[in-house]
């Protein structure tokens, strides 16, 4: 018997699982898989490389109950699953951990969210130790974890390169450097609510040591400051998405400095960051008039359309509606029109009149519509 999610897995939920898994191989058809002849009725029948097709078909759950039937298929899957999300665990999500970990070594993708706090550090020491290709790790929402978690992930998952780790409170900056100098192929970072460990000390390190990052998220990390972002703009010029909502302390510098450094920035979020002004409206509208050349020799091909797509500036109170709407001329994938709400400025009373050229057009053409005569 194995222990699966805390519960106990006998022969009955083993001839489940087996039917489950021969349900997907026969494609729900009821009948028995055949394969070069052979009619497959039991679960010792099938072969490895076709349990292999069948487990990535399945839940997650059905794959992990798959790996306790026998050595063979324990094997088998845990070699073979690169990919896993143990979101569905509501409770024990520890221990679960702390059971697969030695077994699937080769997984490249582990999702970890919870809704309820139940990670610890040992779990996360766990994965650090076995599973050493990781890339791609979800711990949002872990907030009994430590900087134990991040040291041990330095030294033992140094190929990650998308990490979320997003309302992990606990974690202090000095943790989140160490973990930049190992974690160098980092793309995707999500540190969003983690006031602690976002600051400018840790955005220095993350710009001096992860110039492969394309996306960050630093919503509500009120101790991000200029020097923290500028850091960043001048360390990561790959960035694509930067969310600073909630950053109340950065001022127009940050803005100006992603501006004329990261070149390919399409996503920005300023929400609630009162201290921008019309010169960062400015700065990002000169920067595509200044850079399209270059950026079309250099990138043509890749992206179909360069420059911003999307902007949040709600709640920035200080800007004009003669900026922002340079700045939406300049850049014509953002939008203010219904449905495509790309350039968001709620709680700006003063933009109302700041509309994008497919809105403008569509006004027009209902104004050209003659009216019938009553």
């Known amino acids: 018997m194995e222990m699966i999610a805390g519960a106990k897995v006998g022969r009955e939920d083993i001839n489940l699982c087996f039917e489950k898994l021969m349900m997907v191989a026969a494609g729900n058809s009821g009948e028995g898989v055949k394969m070069e002849g052979v009619v497959i009725t039991e679960w010792k029948d099938i072969p490895m490389e076709l349990l292999l097709r069948i487990v990535s078909l399945v839940d997650d759950r059905t794959a992990i109950v798959a ?15 690169t990919q896993l999300c143990l979101s569905w665990c509501r409770k024990n999500m520890n221990n679960l951990v702390l059971s697969l970990a030695p077994k699937f070594t080769k997984l ?62 606990s974690f202090s900056d000095e943790a989140l450097e160490y973990l930049t100098n190992f974690c160098r192929k980092l793309k995707i970072l999500n540190l969003c609510g983690c ?26 990390c009120e101790n991000v400051g200029d020097l923290g972002v500028m850091s960043l703009a001048y360390g990561c010029p790959d960035l694509v998405s930067l969310d600073l909502c909630g950053c109340v302390r950065i001022t127009d510098d940050s803005v100006i400095a992603l501006a004329n450094e990261c070149l390919h920035l399409g996503s920005l979020g300023l929400y609630y960051c009162r201290n921008i002004t019309d010169r960062a409206m400015y700065s990002l509208a000169h920067s595509r008039v200044k850079n399209k050349p270059s950026m ?18 709600s709640q920035c109170t200080a800007l004009t509606p003669s900026a922002v709407q340079t700045l939406c001329d300049t850049f014509p994938a953002l939008h203010t ?12 009373l003063n933009l109302t009149s700041v509309h994008c050229a497919c809105a403008v057009q569509a006004h027009r053409t209902l104004n050209s519509i003659p009216h019938t005569a009553h």
Request: charged share 20%; net charge neutral.
């Open 195 to 220: 006031v602690k460990a976002a600051n400018d000390r840790a955005l220095q390190a993350i710009g001096r040591n992860c110039n492969m990052l394309q996306s960050l998220n630093l919503g509500w």
């Open 296 to 313: 079309w020799q250099s990138r043509k091909g890749r992206y179909d359309e360069e420059g911003l797509r999307s902007l949040n500036i």
């Open 67 to 81: 790996s306790g039937v026998c050595s063979g298929w324990r094997d088998a899957i845990c070699l073979g699953l």
């Open 108 to 169: 490249q993708t582990l999702i970890l969210r919870q809704e309820k706090e139940q990670l610890e550090d040992n779990a996360v020491e766990t994965i650090a130790n076995f599973c050493h290709d990781l890339q791609d790790l979800d711990l949002s929402k872990s907030f009994k974890l430590s900087d134990r978690s991040l040291y041990a992930l330095a030294h033992g998952c140094p190929n990650l390169t998308k990490l979320n780790i997003s309302g992990c409170a």
């Open 337 to 348: 029109c219904s449905g495509r709400h790309s350039l968001v400025m709620s709680g700006c």
